[in-house]
Nanobody, 124 residues
Framework: QLQLVESGGGLVQPGGSLRLSCAAS????????IGWFRQAPGKEREGVSA????????NYADSVKGRFTISRDNAKNTVYLQMNSLKPEDTAVYYC?????????????????WGQGTQVTVSS
């Protein structure tokens, strides 16, 4: 059974960087579409970035374009989210999700498998 584990979260000052990792076990990630989502307290879960497996399609939310980069390392069965120029409004729990049919979609309903999340806090 597919399991996703996020890591790399933490506390960072505004303007700083973090790289989140989403490691998979039980299935080969290269066959799956992967999305990164975040949820801040009192807010709905929102799509941040996604990458399609076969199409290679990549999407970003407008709020992170130019600052975040999604990538995948198939040899390590891992997907990354490089986050630069972080802002306090990026503070949230970040989740990775996987699905065979999402194809770069940023809707949470498009993904079947979810990790437990990793906290990212941007504060001085």
């Amino acid at each position: 059974q597919l399991q996703l584990v996020e890591s790399g979260g933490g506390l960072v000052q505004p303007g700083g960087s973090l790289r989140l990792s989403c490691a998979a076990s039980g299935f080969t990630l290269s066959y799956l579409d992967i999305g990164w989502f975040r949820q801040a307290p009192g807010k709905e879960r929102e799509g941040v970035s996604a990458i399609g497996s076969s199409s290679g399609k990549i999407n970003y939310a407008d709020s992170v374009k130019g600052r975040f980069t999604i990538s995948r390392d198939n040899a390590k069965n891992t997907v990354y989210l490089q986050m630069n120029s972080l802002k306090p409004e990026d503070t949230a729990v970040y989740y990775c999700a996987a699905d065979p049919w999402a194809d770069g979609g940023l809707g949470a309903w498009e993904y079947e498998y979810w990790g437990q999340g990793t906290q990212v806090t941007v504060s001085s």
